[in-house]
């Protein structure tokens, strides 16, 4: 079986107080795959009952798994086990394992259930033979017509919502405007991938994509690699606006594509019955104009232990919740409903009127309403998260507070607004200037550059809820044309766009991030700092 192992610090004893662990499996515990050490007591008994058990999963050391009495050639990884004694260190704990298999259950339970196994593998081995058959065949046909026709296929960047939004949507787009397209007849072909963050936003890419099932593509893939010949023609990466295709995700829209078209996806006549119905139930009004709040607070990746090591380094873009209110407050005084967006928050907003909803923590949140709701909203406002690119696929305009990354801020539109956190010099007791940023190589805020940060001592500082509430009050006054900007506000935009290095490159794939600078930043902010700029 291969895993990758992970040390799992427990207090599964037995009742004279012995930790035992002499292997690692995957157990379903009823609620999705758990990782965990197979525990035995002295007696030599399973303990399977996991579910009434505490246990952190963490990083261990060969000092913390002895002081657990849980001895370093027990500890192996399956996937790696390479030389001679890795394979006679696996042998040792297979051998122990159905030693006490025996012991407990006796020699006739042991070899039932060793022939049972042994017909369960050869089953999974036959329909594994049979259902590659008709993937032979298509990648013959394939082949066969190559001449006439490119058959393409890759998997879709489906596991992280963000990406599963702009990527695909940008490669629809840029396919219908001709770019980063082969110069022949193609067809290209999906698959989604094991995790998908939103079934129903995989739902609505079918009715524009093709999208396959998963265990056919993959065949089909895996046996294409064994024919000699031009296979990796046929395999696509996941959809980018290169002109190679090859960009993993993409982090900006280069060709600004997405900011020309009109939206992509759309909803059936019977969506919109149900997702008004739902709109109702909730409390809001549907003849009011209502906005939608994001909020990053760092408890979705906390919810996921995969994304750990991920939280660790983006939890500067965290933000509270309660900065929102006075923003909140204004809103409603102009008439303007707000949702309070999020699968999986810390806290609720701490403030109560009928014209809020605190959708993440309502009960009425399905993967459905997320997108139904963003799609008719008048606008966003967001601290910079992934489920705000609901509003860019919607072509529904933006107000972003609160931006740490300048140098991937949303660039390629102008339909959003953008304030960005300060960067404070601890020694020099004073916020950097826009030119001091980008001369000290501070524009990123990332795993990459954190030395940067830490050698510079600098820290970066949130926005007021002040600032937030004028920049949200900016965007509304500009949607309902009764903004009155100056001479001196357009002056500081084209000095802004003037500084900002749009030959930035992605870190991904070492192509340019940014084109020229559509966006604007809020005239309040470059007011209130008139020397940042």
Request: glycine share 6%; with cysteine.
């Amino acid at each position: 079986m291969k895993v990758q192992m992970k040390f799992i610090q427990t207090n599964l004893v037995d009742r004279k107080g012995r930790i035992c662990a002499d292997s690692y499996e995957i157990k379903d515990l009823g609620e999705g795959p758990q990782e965990y050490w197979l525990i035995w007591n002295g007696s030599g008994d399973e303990l399977s009952d996991l579910r009434a058990t505490k246990f952190v999963p963490r990083e261990g050391s060969e000092a913390q798994m002895r002081a657990l009495g849980i001895r370093p050639q027990e500890f192996i990884d399956y996937g790696k086990a390479r030389t001679i004694r890795d394979v006679l260190m696996l042998g040792t704990v297979v051998f122990r394992h159905h030693r006490r298999l025996i012991q407990v259950g006796g020699l006739l339970k042991w070899s039932a259930d060793c022939f049972r196994k042994i017909g369960l593998l050869i089953l999974k081995i036959t329909i594994r033979i049979v259902r590659m058959v008709p993937a032979v065949c298509f990648v013959l046909l394939v082949r066969g017509v190559r001449p006439w026709l490119l058959v393409r296929w890759g998997p879709l960047y489906a596991q992280v919502f963000g990406h599963f939004l702009t990527s695909t949507d940008t490669y629809v787009c840029e396919k219908k405007r001709g770019i980063g397209v082969p110069d022949e007849r193609f067809v290209d072909l999906f698959w989604l991938p094991d995790d998908v963050s939103n079934r129903y936003l995989a739902r609505m890419w079918g009715r524009v994509l093709c999208i396959w099932p998963r265990w056919f593509m993959k065949d089909v893939n895996q046996i294409n690699r064994w024919f000699p010949g031009s296979g990796h023609m046929h395999f696509r990466d996941v959809p980018g606006p290169s002109p190679t295709g090859g960009r993993p995700y993409i982090e900006s829209d280069l060709y600004r594509v997405t900011d020309d078209s009109p939206p992509v996806l759309s909803f059936t006549g019977d969506e919109v019955q149900e997702g008004k119905r739902k709109l109702i139930e909730m409390g809001l009004t549907l003849n009011r104009p209502y906005v939608c709040l994001y909020v990053r607070d760092g408890a979705y990746d906390a919810s996921k232990p995969e994304r750990e090591d991920h939280a660790k380094w983006t939890d500067y873009r965290n933000g509270n919740v309660q900065d929102f209110i006075p923003m909140c407050e204004a809103l409603i005084d102009e008439g303007i409903q707000i949702v309070r967006m999020g699968s999986k928050v810390w806290e609720p907003i701490k403030y109560c009127h009928p014209s809020l909803v605190d959708y993440a923590v309502s009960g009425y949140r399905t993967e459905f309403m997320d997108l139904f709701l963003a799609a008719n909203s008048y606008f966003g406002v967001s601290t910079d998260t992934g489920s705000d690119e609901m509003q860019s696929v919607f072509r529904k305009e933006m107000v972003y507070v609160d931006f740490a990354d300048i140098a991937w801020f949303r660039s390629n539109t102008d339909r959003s607004l953008t304030i960005f956190q300060h960067r404070y010099s601890m020694k020099e007791k004073r916020i950097l200037t826009f030119k001091e940023i980008i001369a000290r190589n501070l524009l990123r805020k990332d795993n990459e550059n954190k030395d940067v940060y830490e050698g510079e001592d600098i820290c970066l500082t949130s926005s007021s809820p002040d600032d937030i509430c004028e920049v949200v009050l900016e965007k509304l006054s500009r949607l309902r044309n009764t903004w009155r900007g100056t001479q001196e506000d357009e002056a500081r935009q084209e000095r802004f766009r003037t500084l900002f290095p749009t030959d930035i490159l992605d870190l991904l794939n070492n192509q340019r991030a940014h084109s020229d600078i559509r966006a604007r930043i809020g005239a309040q902010f470059l007011r209130k700092y008139p020397n940042w700029i």
